[in-house]
């Protein structure tokens, strides 16, 4: 007896609508709810719970709770633990009643960052500027290139789904989410954004695709005072320029390049035509703008958290309800289909959906139409056909030569030069003093000395100031003011005074940078590069091509009076999008 007359839904060469509907005739009520929650996971014993993100353990998860999508926490040595790790939950999901497979998906990986709010640390994958470095590059060519290495490392490793791109327009100043978005400008948004898109998914979506989840619709930028919806004092999308319109245009562009999947954002609109509470909830937004106007079929997806409070990293925080906080968990859940949406981000709860199945507060019908979209997906992978990877391979291509390579030219080509007196390129072998650079990686590109009494020229690097919050989750998130602090001015005044000074500024935010123009003979922006990449650009080994993919303000004033919806509306910017020089 073959695997086709037990489990028919596995014969090639059936159309997968047909495969689809063949399991899903198949399905108990609780696989069926299983779907529809994709929460976080973590490498480790798949019968031990995880201690750090505090989840049950994968048996449970999938063997329990009947789930199968899930987003990879954390990082591993190597790409080889990645592998056999995937592999034994894919050999977990296979011992289940119907074999259902996992969909593994992650938040970007490949990002040269120390910001892990904002991008999981590399590992052993190739590393890369942010995607506002990409943006600095401009360049689709390279932005595909990237996508497409980034999509091999990921399906050597199993991971099927990318929760990215980030195609959110950065025109508030002082969001926090903008380092992992393509800038300001909505046609370099659309162009760069639909580059990866066609990265991951290739040419045609099948066997060898990673599905891209993009984020936020429809636009997370325009936060009132930059705060993030994460939190409850960041919850409010607000549109003083009514420009709601300019930030779906990088959405038509992800839309044309076949994008899979959605995920709105947890902002509720304020004074605008939709309904004002949080867009996973929005009926008006997810069916009436996303699925209606745009005809978009595919898997929408709530950002994480919708549904329940949580404990991250020691501190509660309340679910992200917005608007819609006096609902009990099961109403907010039905709100949340009854928008549209398919699937629970984060959440864990299928005990909960079936409930209220049982009530009759939603229909049997509805799980079938989200159920569909996402077998479907699961099918279109190849997941049914072939769940595992190989191990070897996984290390061999995880982080190969030419991919780190490529992402090393990349960090260096994003750096972009904003202001230089003269003292760029510097001299071949000239005493440097060095802050925030390691001094082996200094030394060889000049002699490292202990004061900037003895050097030729001092390089500082800093990161964009930000306001310090109360939890450790909460300063993940860099926001707040973009003034630095008096005491680092004044430090960069002091070593100015005693030797030309260029000082790279790690421009996750587009920070007031005025008063350290005026007192550095060079300034320098990086999106996530190396001291190996910066000093190549510095001593003229490689040519400065970045360019800003914002406007830089030149007070906090003019911040302050900016409309967040509205792009390059601070008065009168100290540099402006596009700025960038050439040594």
Same mark, same amino acid.
């Given at each position: ?27 108990? *009520?609780? !696989? ?13 014993? =798949? ?26 926490? %954390? ?5 080889? @633990? ?21 969909? =593994?998906?992650?938040?970007? &990986? ?30 689709? !060519? ?47 948004? %659309?162009? =760069? ?48 320029? @009514? ?54 079929? %595919?898997?929408?997806?709530? @950002? ?12 509660? +925080? ?8 006096? *609902? ?23 005990? =909960? ?25 699961? +099918?279109? *992978? ?6 595992? /990877?190989?191990?070897?391979?996984? @290390?061999?291509?995880?982080? &190969?030569?030419?991919?780190? #390579? ?61 306001? !310090? ?13 973009? !003034?630095?602090?008096?005491?680092? /001015?004044?430090? /960069? ?12 500024? *790690? ?11 005026? #007192? ?29 993919? +914002? ?23 100290? +540099? ?8």
């Amino acid at each position: 007896m073959t695997d086709t007359t037990v489990r028919p839904w596995l014969d090639t060469s059936l159309p997968v609508d047909e495969r689809v509907d063949l399991l899903l005739a198949e399905m108990t *009520l609780e !696989e069926k709810a299983g779907l529809f929650f994709h929460t976080m996971i973590a490498i480790g014993d =798949l019968d031990a719970p995880n201690p750090v993100f505090g989840t049950p353990s994968a048996r449970e998860f999938v063997e329990v709770k009947r789930m199968s999508h899930f987003n990879l926490l %954390g990082a591993a040595p190597t790409g080889r @633990d990645i592998a056999a790790w995937h592999n034994a939950l894919q050999r977990l999901a296979a011992s289940t009643r119907l074999g259902i497979p996992v969909t =593994l998906s992650t938040d970007p &990986r490949h990002s040269f960052s120390e910001n892990p709010g904002a991008a999981i640390m590399a590992g052993p994958f190739s590393q890369w500027p942010e995607a506002l470095g990409l943006a600095a590059i401009g360049d689709e !060519e390279v932005v595909e290139r990237f996508a497409d290495i980034a999509r091999q490392e990921y399906t050597a490793v199993g991971l099927r789904v990318a929760l990215h791109p980030q195609i959110d327009l950065a025109t508030e100043p002082r969001w926090s989410r903008q380092v992992a978005t393509f800038g300001e400008d909505a046609e370099l948004a %659309g162009r =760069l954004g639909a580059a990866y898109i066609r990265g991951f998914q290739g040419e045609t979506f099948g066997h060898g695709s990673v599905a891209t989840m993009t984020k936020h619709f429809p636009g997370g930028g325009p936060q009132k005072d930059g705060e993030d919806p994460h939190f409850e004092y960041g919850r409010e999308q607000v549109y003083p320029g @009514d420009a709601f319109e300019h930030h779906l245009k990088p959405f038509e562009a992800a839309f044309e390049a076949g994008t899979r999947q959605i995920m709105p954002y947890y902002g509720m609109p304020i004074g605008t035509e939709f309904e004002e509470v949080g867009f996973g909830f929005n009926k008006s937004v997810i069916t009436g703008l996303l699925r209606e106007r745009f005809g978009f079929d %595919g898997v929408v997806c709530t @950002d994480w958290g919708l549904i329940n409070d949580a404990e991250i990293f020691g501190h509660r +925080f309340p679910a992200r309800a917005w608007g819609v906080e006096h *609902l009990s968990p099961k109403e907010r859940m039905v709100k949340v289909l009854d928008a549209g949406a398919d699937q629970f981000g984060g959440e864990a709860c299928p005990e =909960l959906l079936l409930e209220l199945v049982a009530s009759g507060e939603v229909a049997e019908e509805r799980l079938d139409v989200s159920a569909r979209r996402l077998l479907r997906e699961k +099918f279109e *992978l190849g997941l049914f056909e072939d769940p595992y /990877v190989d191990e070897e391979t996984a @290390d061999e291509t995880v982080g &190969r030569a030419d991919f780190r #390579a490529a992402g090393e030219a990349a960090q260096r080509a994003s750096i972009a030069v904003l202001s230089n007196t003269g003292v760029l390129p510097l001299i071949s072998g000239a005493k440097l003093y060095v802050e925030g650079i390691a001094a082996e990686a200094a030394a060889r590109f000049g002699e490292v000395v202990d004061t900037p009494e003895e050097a030729d020229a001092a390089i500082l690097r800093l990161q964009a100031p930000f306001e !310090e919050r109360g939890s450790t989750f909460e300063n993940f998130f860099h926001s707040g003011s973009l !003034e630095f602090p008096a005491e680092v /001015v004044a430090h /960069v005044r002091e070593i100015a005074a005693l030797v030309p000074t260029v000082v790279d500024v *790690l421009l996750d935010r587009p920070a007031i940078l005025e008063p350290i123009v005026d #007192a550095a003979a060079a300034v320098t922006a990086n999106w996530g590069a190396s001291a190996a990449a910066l000093l190549d650009v510095l001593t003229g080994a490689v040519e400065a091509r970045g360019r800003l993919p +914002f406007d830089v303000a030149r007070s906090m004033a003019a911040v302050e009076a900016s409309r967040p919806d509205v792009p390059f509306d601070t008065a009168d910017p100290l +540099f402006r999008f596009g700025h960038g020089l050439s040594l």
